[in-house]
């Protein structure tokens, strides 16, 4: 353990014990009034990263519309999502909602196109993952606690991020591994960077293999179910999609390519075809084509509300049959989903896909957009420190090499949204 680990007064909370309370920096006694697992989710609830998702690309850039989802409702209704689905385990509740709230924080602006093309730029030094990226904001960049030295100065010892209890940050990671030593079903996928790696350690105390804790589960799971029902809702209210077009076997089969190339290689046309029939025919399905009026979009909601029902109704009956209805928390379980789920949830995925993401217009946007933040990075990497913002400045100028260099340039583009990044590079480009 760090010498830096503390319990917060010895405080339990439920079924969790004093380890899962602990913090990496010790805190002063404060009031029992809050649970430690209540301090940390509103530590994520008021931070800077939390609102700068508002100007986030999901999948449709904000600003579009209204309407449109951005990082920050997508993150809140995977929280809502995730909460009941946690809590009908045995979960502490506010553990689940903050880890859902915390999962997309490291999201650099224009969603996952942003983050291919940071990745593609720090190469040399590890590469870029907006998971890892939630953990370096959570122990390190979001301003809240400092780890000062003993004897020394205030401000002498490194940020310690927001400080989160043990059980709310092992929950938070989604991939608990450093890259290239995930499964091989998690792709590039990693959760920590190399200069990471102590908090990480602490974390994961106790921790024998790259184990998931049941919150990070179920938080995983929420994300899922969430954007798979409300991506195509977006899609649906932006004529990007119709849901008859589904109707027609040629155009299901375009979609089912894309699950098999996206989401699952193994599935067969009689499978996804099944998958599709069990959707459209449990009852909620529109009958009539989308048009924008009320009972159309009532019809449309409803429709969005009952999948969430049914794929989380779905894992909460599996993981109790195979675990019984004890609380469930941590390492004690983990979290089943049946397989017939999974694929209606691909299903859902593959047509968001198909009509939304792989579109002509989305194509050329996404060149754009990596244009700017790969020009962001060269610019920075000339003008540094100008350009960056006084926190940023401050790494910048105690790093000890180029390496740790180019990683403060990375966490300064990573930290900006849509418009900011396009701001910004307006500046900086000659």
Request: hydrophobic share 40%; with cysteine; proline share 6%.
């Given at each position: 353990m760090?010498e830096?680990?503390?319990?917060?007064?010895?405080?339990t909370t439920?079924?969790?014990?004093a380890?899962?309370?602990e913090?990496?920096?010790?805190?002063?006694?404060k009031?029992?009034?809050?649970?430690p697992?209540?301090?940390d989710?509103?530590?994520v609830?008021?931070s800077?990263?939390l609102r700068?998702?508002a100007?986030?690309?999901?999948v449709?850039?904000?600003?579009?519309?209204d309407?449109?989802?951005?990082?920050l409702?997508?993150?809140?209704?995977v929280?809502?999502v995730?909460?009941?689905?946690g809590?009908?385990l045995?979960c502490?509740?506010?553990?689940?909602d903050?880890?859902?709230l915390?999962?997309?924080?490291?999201?650099?602006?224009?969603g996952?196109?942003?983050e291919?093309?940071?990745?593609?730029?720090?190469?040399?030094?590890?590469?870029?993952?907006g998971?890892?990226q939630?953990?370096r904001?959570l122990?390190?960049?979001?301003?809240?606690?400092?780890?000062?030295l003993p004897?020394g100065?205030p401000?002498d010892?490194r940020?310690a991020?927001?400080?989160l209890?043990?059980?709310?940050?092992d929950a938070?990671t989604?991939?608990?591994?450093?890259?290239g030593?995930?499964?091989?079903?998690?792709?590039?996928?990693f959760?920590v960077y190399?200069?990471?790696?102590?908090?990480?350690?602490?974390?994961?105390?106790g921790?024998g293999?790259?184990?998931?804790?049941?919150?990070?589960?179920?938080m995983?799971f929420a994300?899922?179910?969430a954007?798979?029902v409300h991506d195509v809702?977006?899609g649906?209210v932006?004529?990007?999609?119709?849901?008859d077009?589904?109707a027609?076997?040629?155009?299901?089969g375009?979609?089912?390519?894309?699950?098999?190339d996206?989401y699952i290689?193994?599935?067969d046309d009689a499978?996804?075809?099944?998958?599709y029939?069990r959707?459209?025919?449990f009852?909620?399905?529109?009958?009539?084509?989308?048009?924008?009026?009320?009972?159309?979009?009532?019809a449309l909601?409803?429709l969005?509300?009952?999948?969430?029902g049914r794929f989380?109704?779905?894992?909460?009956?599996?993981?109790?049959?195979?675990?019984?209805?004890a609380?469930l928390?941590?390492y004690?379980?983990?979290?089943?989903?049946?397989?017939e789920?999974?694929?209606?949830i691909?299903?859902?995925?593959?047509v968001?896909?198909?009509?939304?993401?792989?579109?002509?217009e989305?194509?050329?946007?996404?060149?754009?957009?990596?244009e700017v933040?790969q020009?962001?990075?060269a610019?920075?990497?000339l003008?540094?420190?100008?350009?960056?913002?006084p926190?940023?400045?401050?790494?910048f100028e105690?790093?000890?090499d180029?390496?740790g260099r180019?990683?403060?340039?990375?966490?300064q583009?990573?930290s900006?949204t849509?418009a900011?990044?396009v701001?910004l590079?307006?500046?900086?480009?000659?």
């Amino acid at each position: 353990m760090n010498e830096w680990g503390s319990s917060e007064r010895g405080q339990t909370t439920g079924c969790y014990d004093a380890a899962d309370v602990e913090r990496w920096v010790p805190e002063p006694p404060k009031s029992a009034s809050r649970t430690p697992f209540a301090r940390d989710r509103a530590r994520v609830l008021h931070s800077a990263a939390l609102r700068r998702l508002a100007a986030k690309t999901q999948v449709l850039g904000p600003g579009i519309d209204d309407f449109v989802r951005t990082r920050l409702t997508h993150s809140l209704e995977v929280a809502q999502v995730g909460r009941e689905l946690g809590q009908s385990l045995g979960c502490d509740p506010d553990v689940v909602d903050t880890a859902c709230l915390a999962h997309d924080l490291g999201h650099p602006p224009f969603g996952h196109n942003g983050e291919t093309a940071l990745d593609e730029v720090s190469g040399p030094i590890g590469g870029f993952e907006g998971n890892a990226q939630t953990l370096r904001l959570l122990t390190r960049l979001e301003a809240k606690t400092f780890a000062d030295l003993p004897g020394g100065a205030p401000g002498d010892g490194r940020s310690a991020g927001l400080n989160l209890t043990r059980a709310t940050l092992d929950a938070a990671t989604k991939y608990p591994w450093c890259r290239g030593e995930g499964p091989p079903e998690a792709g590039a996928k990693f959760g920590v960077y190399d200069d990471d790696q102590e908090v990480f350690g602490w974390l994961r105390t106790g921790v024998g293999d790259s184990r998931r804790c049941l919150e990070a589960q179920v938080m995983d799971f929420a994300d899922d179910v969430a954007y798979s029902v409300h991506d195509v809702e977006d899609g649906v209210v932006f004529g990007r999609i119709s849901l008859d077009w589904l109707a027609d076997p040629a155009e299901r089969g375009s979609v089912w390519e894309v699950v098999r190339d996206w989401y699952i290689p193994g599935s067969d046309d009689a499978e996804l075809d099944a998958a599709y029939d069990r959707l459209r025919g449990f009852g909620y399905w529109p009958r009539a084509a989308y048009d924008g009026h009320r009972r159309s979009l009532a019809a449309l909601k409803d429709l969005t509300s009952q999948l969430i029902g049914r794929f989380c109704f779905a894992a909460e009956r599996a993981t109790q049959d195979a675990y019984g209805p004890a609380p469930l928390i941590r390492y004690r379980a983990d979290l089943v989903v049946p397989h017939e789920t999974r694929v209606e949830i691909a299903v859902l995925k593959g047509v968001a896909a198909r009509y939304v993401m792989r579109s002509a217009e989305r194509v050329a946007l996404l060149s754009r957009q990596r244009e700017v933040v790969q020009g962001l990075v060269a610019a920075l990497r000339l003008s540094a420190p100008y350009g960056l913002s006084p926190g940023f400045q401050a790494d910048f100028e105690a790093a000890a090499d180029d390496p740790g260099r180019l990683r403060v340039i990375i966490d300064q583009v990573a930290s900006l949204t849509d418009a900011s990044a396009v701001s910004l590079y307006r500046t900086l480009r000659p």
